[in-house]
C-alpha cells in the first residue's frame, strides 16, 4: 500500500510538472503603416496633428505590446513615444541611417520586452548603407531586433520593414532577401516579420514568404478574424477592397489566437460652404491611409 502510495504521489507531481512546463503566456502583435506627414494631408483635413491623437488611442485602447510602424518620419516617432508612457522604440531613417526620411520602426512596450540587440538593413544588393534596390523608386529600409519577454526569457527577433510601392523586381527581391537575413539568424530563436509588402495575399511575392516553411501569415493561422477589408483605404472610410498589403508573419513557435484588421474611425467638424448660410457636418476620417493589423498570440513556456 505504501508503495502504491509513492507511486501515485510521483504520478501527480510529475502531472503538476508537466502542466507547469507548458504555460502558455500571450502578447499582441500589430503592423501599423502610420502615413508620412505632409502638408497636402493637412490641407485635405488629414493631418498628422489630427491623427496622432486617434493613434495613440488606439494603440492604448487595443493593448499593443510590440508593433512595426511604417512611413513615421522622426518627430511623428517622438510624438508616439511621449504620448504613450511605457513604450520605446528602435530604427532609423532610411535617406541617411541616421533620422533623415521614413523609419521602419518597432515600439515596444519595456514593462514586457528587453531589449538584446538590433540593427537595421536596406533592401538592395547593398544592404549596410543607403540606396534604392533594383528597380526600387526609394530606399527601403527593415529594422530588426532581439527580445526577451520580461518573466519567461522567451527570446525572439522581430523584423520590420516597407517594400517599395512602384518596383516589381524589388518586391519579389526583397521578398528573397528577408528570407535569406532570417536564415543568418540562430535557427532556434522564434521570428515575427511585420510590415507593409505593398503587394497582397494574391502576389508571389506573398506567397514566396508564406509558403517559405519559415513563416506563415498569421490571417492563416488565426481561427478568429476580424477583416472585414483590405488593410490600405486611402483615407476614405467609405471605401472596400479585401487586398491585404500589410501583413504579420509567424515562424512555427507562435500560435495565434486571434486577428484583426483594425477599421476605428473619427469624426471631424467640416463646414460646406457651397451653401449661403455655411452649414457645419461632421464627416468620417480613417486615422491613416492604412488600416492596422493586430493579433494575439501565444506561446509555451517550457
Known sequence: MQHLFKTICLLLASAIFSCKSSIAQ?????????????????????????????????????GFDIFGTQEGLSHQLETLKAQLPGYQYIGVGRDD??????????????????????????????????????DAALPRI?????????????????????????????????????????????????????????????????????????LKDAFDLSPIKLASVGTFNNFSANDYNDKRIDHIFLSKAFHVKRYGVLTDTYRSLQTDNNTTTNKTFYQARVPSDHFPVLIEVKHYIK
Open 26 to 62: 500571450e502578447f499582441t502583435i500589430g503592423t501599423y503603416n502610420l502615413r508620412y506627414a505632409n502638408h497636402s494631408d493637412s490641407v485635405n483635413g488629414n493631418g498628422w496633428g489630427e491623427r496622432s491623437r486617434v493613434i495613440i488611442n488606439m494603440i492604448q485602447f487595443h
Open 97 to 134: 541611417g541616421k533620422q533623415a526620411g521614413e523609419y521602419s520602426a518597432i515600439f515596444y512596450q519595456t514593462n514586457k520586452f528587453d531589449l538584446l540587440e538590433s540593427g537595421n538593413f536596406w533592401l538592395s544588393t547593398v544592404t549596410d548603407k543607403p540606396n534604392k534596390g533594383w
Open 142 to 214: 527593415c529594422t530588426w531586433g532581439k527580445f526577451k519577454e520580461k518573466g519567461t526569457h522567451f527570446e525572439f527577433y522581430m523584423f520590420n520593414l516597407h517594400m517599395d510601392h512602384i518596383g516589381v523586381q524589388a518586391r519579389a527581391e526583397s521578398a528573397k532577401l528577408i528570407l535569406q537575413k532570417i536564415k543568418g539568424f540562430p535557427k532556434d530563436k522564434p521570428v515575427i516579420l511585420t510590415g507593409d509588402f505593398n503587394v497582397d495575399q494574391y502576389n508571389e511575392s506573398y506567397t514566396l514568404l508564406n509558403t517559405s516553411g519559415l
